[in-house]
């Protein structure tokens, strides 16, 4: 039995059409503790990695087992580049999954582009795309992005975006990429060092170079697989990196072009819910218009060694229920209802 706001649903004698697991903000590296940015916060690289063994094996030792696994970006830390260990930490966190025999979903977050290039990280085991039903890049073929769609059961679907498709960070500085994302960016701060927000309050100050933002051809093609799902009537769950909902983060952990995503979603209503993850606290939001849920994950690099921050969400007609761990809250997700979808 789950309690949420004023209602209180029992799960108990269903068995679930299918389950999955979400984790968030990884981060590894084999190094000391030590503090975020701004020296607030502590931060475990080393252990880590014995947070994901705990969810993996939470996960495998399931009476129902997860049909997939959402790693929602950040999977190691950028540090490991400054000690030309990227490809060390990340073989130890894929390593690490892959014990679990579990299909792993993998979003890109700022830190995978600290370490490699995009080109690197399409090769890489990072590159699930390769699970995709369809592609963004079967339309946009030299974008270079991680962006696609599956349906791990008739009548749901997930939909995985590249939040730093418009960045600073993965792209080389004589690109056209680069200079329209440096651009946007400039619009807004015009610090020295990019990475210090231009503002101290509101959502100015998501325009830093640890955030990005989603392109034009990446919001057609959603907008386009989304009329799609529309038709069959399915049920959408977007992932992202980046939150998009003001409601479900700090504002300094936005995508540049919230607002241009939010009013995609407002238009489809087959979406019930975006997860992200990137900013460590977590978060979580039910947009009033579309009864949309957002779900913010907290992060793993922030988690003391004796917690755990990962969750377990099984998914049924109706709604989705999220079992957290540790950091993670317990939430049942009900779909929205019709009244609350624009009528298309």
Known sequence: ???????????????????FGVIADIQYADIDDGYNFSRTRRRYYR?????LTNARRSWSESAVKPEFILQLGDIIDGFNKGCDASDR?????????????LEVHHVWGNHELYNFSRAALLSSGLNSSLLAESCLSEVQADSQLCAYHFSPSPGFRFVVLDAYDVSLLGRETSSRHYSDAMAVIKQHNNNEDLNCPPVSFGKLQRFT?????????????????????DDKQERVTIVSHLPIHPGSTADI??????????????????????????????????????????????????????SNAFGTVSVYKDQMVLKGYGRVTDRVLQFPSHSKRPTL
Not at 47 to 51: C, E, F, G, I, R
Not at 221 to 229: E, G, K, N, Q
């Open 253 to 306: 952990c936005l995508a540049w072009n919230f607002d241009e995503l939010l009013a995609i979603i407002r238009c489809h209503g087959s979406v019930v819910c975006f997860m992200a993850g990137h900013d460590h606290d977590g978060g979580y939001y039910q947009d009033e218009d579309t009864g949309v849920h957002h779900v913010t994950l907290p992060g793993v690099i922030e988690t003391p060694p004796d």
């Open 89 to 101: 930490a990340l073989d130890a966190v894929l390593t690490e999954f892959s014990c679990g025999v």
């Open 1 to 19: 039995m789950f309690c949420y706001g004023h209602c209180r649903i029992s799960t108990m004698d269903e068995t679930p059409l299918f389950t």
């Open 209 to 229: 170079m640890f955030n990005g933002g989603f392109g034009k051809q990446q919001l057609d093609w959603l907008d386009s697989v989304l009329s799609s799902a």
């Open 47 to 51: 252990s880590s990695l014995q947070l």
